[in-house]
């Protein structure tokens, strides 16, 4: 019973976002305990290590997952959460209680039916009152943010288009970029990385990423600006967004891990509401690998100031936007991404 009890809290971490959906973590049963590792090998072949921000919002979505599949099923858990040791560990969850008053269904809890929807939203306000449901989900460490004025949806569209060019522009990114695309039915069967089929992509843009994955075709292309058109595409439905809702928090390893949590909570909120999510994370990439001194020197000058206009027009102080999300109303649900098989 206990075994089935963890492995059942794990398929509920699995279902956690990641960037490119490489799921860079696994679990094991031991001593009683459900333990959680992020996978340093995948890491390191990655474009992000295991301090980057993206990584740890993963840790903290996986980590809400698993508290709130014990929650709608009233099992007692003890649990903990930390920043990634050298052996990769970065949580322990342990059953307290040994009866419990429901079934375990999986179908049932909305953190299984939550799903990224890239297609275009309809016109349709958000009612306040259910924005400000998910606006109340922030927590002391993290707050949830929401922009839905013309002007600062257009900044965003602006600055999205600015930090997307930069990635399309940068090898190692297009190369893990090059990884995660899963193009043939074998490599979908892996069950990790973007199903291209499930990217709404346009014919051409599909046929640019298929003829473009390696590096050096995509360099060969960039001297045709591909890369702007390749932006374009990214930001092509910010503008007409009801609204977009962004994560801050202090810089920080804690702090991201926080927000990742936060991110989670939002999420599988918004899609129970009936919205639909789209998440977009390459500002907060391009700006923390500024921050690093890890960018390219060709185009350090344009994230520079692109980091100072967000700080600007935000008012930030000491503070971070870990993800941004577009948020609306959408009359199709996509299919989800493939998870791997849970084993612990």
Same mark, same amino acid.
């Given at each position: 019973?206990?075994? $089935?009890?963890?492995?059942?809290?794990?398929?509920?971490?699995?279902?956690?976002? $990641?960037?490119?959906?490489?799921?860079?973590?696994?679990?094991? &049963? %031991?001593?009683?305990?459900?333990?959680?590792?992020?996978?340093?090998?995948?890491? &390191?072949?990655?474009?992000?290590?295991?301090?980057?921000?993206?990584?740890?919002?993963?840790?903290?979505?996986?980590?809400?997952?698993? *508290?709130q599949a014990a929650q709608l099923n009233e099992i007692d858990l003890e649990f903990d959460y930390f920043p990634p040791q050298d052996s990769g560990k970065c949580a322990f969850f342990?059953?307290?209680?040994?009866?419990? %008053?429901?079934?375990?269904?999986? &179908?049932?809890?909305?953190?299984?039916?939550?799903?990224?929807?890239?297609?275009?939203?309809?016109?349709?306000?958000?009612?306040?009152?259910?924005?400000?449901?998910?606006?109340?989900?922030?927590?002391?460490?993290?707050?949830?943010?929401?922009?839905? +004025?013309?002007?600062?949806?257009?900044?965003? +569209?602006?600055?999205?288009?600015?930090?997307?060019?930069?990635?399309?522009?940068?090898?190692?990114?297009?190369?893990?970029?090059?990884?995660?695309?899963?193009?043939?039915?074998?490599e979908v069967a892996t069950r990790e990385g973007l199903d291209i089929k499930l990217l709404e992509l346009s014919a051409i843009v599909s046929l640019i990423l298929k003829t473009a994955?390696?590096?050096?075709?995509?360099?060969?292309? =960039?001297?045709?600006? *591909?890369?702007?058109?390749?932006?374009?595409?990214?930001?092509? =439905?910010? =503008?007409?967004?009801?609204?977009?809702?962004?994560?801050?928090?202090?810089?920080?390893?804690?702090?991201?891990?926080?927000?990742?949590?936060?991110? &989670?909570?939002?999420? *599988?909120?918004?899609?129970?509401?009936?919205? +639909?999510?789209?998440?977009?994370?390459?500002? +907060? !990439?391009?700006?923390?690998?500024?921050?690093?001194?890890?960018?390219? $020197?060709?185009?350090?000058?344009?994230?520079?100031?692109? !980091?100072?206009?967000?700080?600007?027009?935000?008012?930030?102080?000491?503070?971070?936007?870990?993800?941004?999300?577009?948020?609306?109303?959408?009359?199709? =649900?996509?299919?989800? $991404?493939?998870?791997?098989?849970?084993?612990?």
């Amino acid at each position: 019973m206990q075994n $089935s009890i963890y492995s059942y809290l794990a398929k509920a971490g699995q279902r956690a976002p $990641s960037a490119g959906n490489m799921q860079p973590w696994f679990f094991h &049963e %031991k001593n009683n305990q459900l333990v959680l590792y992020m996978d340093l090998e995948k890491l &390191e072949d990655s474009y992000f290590n295991r301090e980057h921000p993206v990584t740890l919002l993963a840790v903290g979505a996986v980590v809400e997952n698993i *508290i709130q599949a014990a929650q709608l099923n009233e099992i007692d858990l003890e649990f903990d959460y930390f920043p990634p040791q050298d052996s990769g560990k970065c949580a322990f969850f342990q059953v307290k209680n040994k009866s419990f %008053k429901r079934a375990m269904k999986a &179908e049932r809890l909305a953190l299984f039916n939550r799903r990224t929807n890239r297609l275009p939203f309809i016109k349709k306000a958000i009612p306040q009152n259910i924005l400000d449901e998910l606006l109340n989900l922030s927590t002391a460490n993290a707050q949830l943010v929401a922009y839905q +004025s013309k002007e600062k949806i257009s900044l965003w +569209s602006k600055w999205l288009y600015t930090a997307s060019q930069t990635r399309f522009r940068t090898p190692n990114i297009h190369q893990w970029f090059e990884q995660t695309l899963k193009v043939t039915p074998e490599e979908v069967a892996t069950r990790e990385g973007l199903d291209i089929k499930l990217l709404e992509l346009s014919a051409i843009v599909s046929l640019i990423l298929k003829t473009a994955q390696a590096w050096k075709k995509m360099s060969l292309c =960039n001297k045709f600006y *591909i890369y702007k058109l390749l932006a374009k595409f990214e930001i092509l =439905n910010i =503008n007409a967004a009801p609204a977009l809702i962004g994560i801050i928090a202090s810089p920080g390893i804690p702090f991201a891990i926080e927000s990742g949590r936060l991110m &989670e909570k939002m999420w *599988i909120k918004a899609n129970e509401l009936g919205l +639909s999510v789209q998440p977009y994370y390459a500002v +907060s !990439d391009q700006v923390y690998r500024l921050k690093k001194g890890i960018i390219s $020197s060709s185009l350090e000058e344009s994230i520079a100031h692109l !980091d100072n206009e967000i700080n600007t027009a935000l008012k930030l102080k000491n503070a971070f936007v870990y993800i941004l999300f577009r948020v609306g109303y959408c009359d199709k =649900n996509p299919k989800k $991404s493939l998870r791997h098989l849970v084993k612990i």
